[in-house]
């Protein structure tokens, strides 16, 4: 009989060293927030005219991955500080107003579009011309950052529009 019982107990041992070890390597792989989850589709910004402080582009925004994206920071070359804005009216009038920080739920889009939330490039650094390129880097709480490629259309044309 005491063989029975050492064998129960080294049974119960071992199973319980199985479920330690399972949940060590289950914590290990736990999913974190990847910038590498932010999708940026129909990115574009507006040509701007000569002599323009600021300039503006569009698009969407889409956390592909499995969990909340918070982007905390944007930045380009082009412009002395990006943010994203809200377009709103307020007492009859046409208002713009920083949004900061953005976050997207897993599957969440934002869409940035002429009239509601936009990027705003604040202080360009020369005027965005059509077949231009303006690069722009999203920080991610995580404190990853993706860059995005935002081609800069014609004077006189806009990139595709998206169902809110």
Known sequence: MPCRKQTSLVKAETGNLCRVILLLLLSAVQCHANAADLLGEGLWARASPPGAPNGVAYGRLTNAGPEALEIVGLASLAARTVQIHETFLQD??????????VTLQPGESVTLQPGGKHFML???????????EVLVDVSMASSEVVTLTIPVLPPGETGPEFDQ
Do not use: A, K, N, V
């Not at 604040?122 to 231009?132: K, V, Y």
């Open 92 to 101: 009859d009038m046409m208002r713009m107003r920083r949004i900061d920080p």
């Open 122 to 132: 604040i202080g360009i650094s020369q005027p965005l011309r059509g077949g231009e």
